[in-house]
């Protein structure tokens, strides 16, 4: 299974980007998909993600500013970032989870950089 990301960049306090990621090969139906994101310094957090069957998951920081958006016939994914903050700088890495267990799969990581 391979993952490929786009998006990212630059942009200033309360402005917009958007990431998007598709995943390839063989996989579960019944899977989990989205982003995490990883700022200097610290751990790897979740930022949002949607399983295939619909079910949204995200982190307080990002309610109401990002949103999700899935294609799950194509096992793709897409991340709006609206009003965007210094705060959301980081690496943003997409993920496929399968729910059977059978796999966890990361994309390369595009960094998002939030500054004036």
């Known amino acids: 299974v391979q993952l490929q990301a786009s998006g990212g960049g630059l942009v200033q306090p309360g402005g917009s980007l958007r990431l998007s990621c598709a995943a390839s090969?063989?996989?579960?139906?019944?899977?989990?998909m989205g982003w995490y994101r990883q700022a200097p310094g610290k751990q790897r957090e979740l930022v949002i993600t949607?399983?295939?069957?619909?079910?949204?998951n995200f982190a307080y920081s990002v309610k109401g500013r990002f949103t999700i958006s899935r294609d799950s016939g194509k096992n793709a994914v897409s991340l709006q970032m609206n009003n965007l903050k210094p705060e959301d700088t980081a690496v943003y890495y997409c993920?496929?989870?399968?729910?059977?267990?059978?796999?966890?799969?990361w994309g390369q990581g595009t960094l998002v950089t939030v500054s004036s």
């Open positions: 993920n496929l989870r399968e729910l059977d267990g059978s796999g966890n799969y």
């Open positions: 090969g063989s996989i579960s139906t019944i899977n989990d």
């Open positions: 949607m399983t295939s069957g619909g079910r949204a």
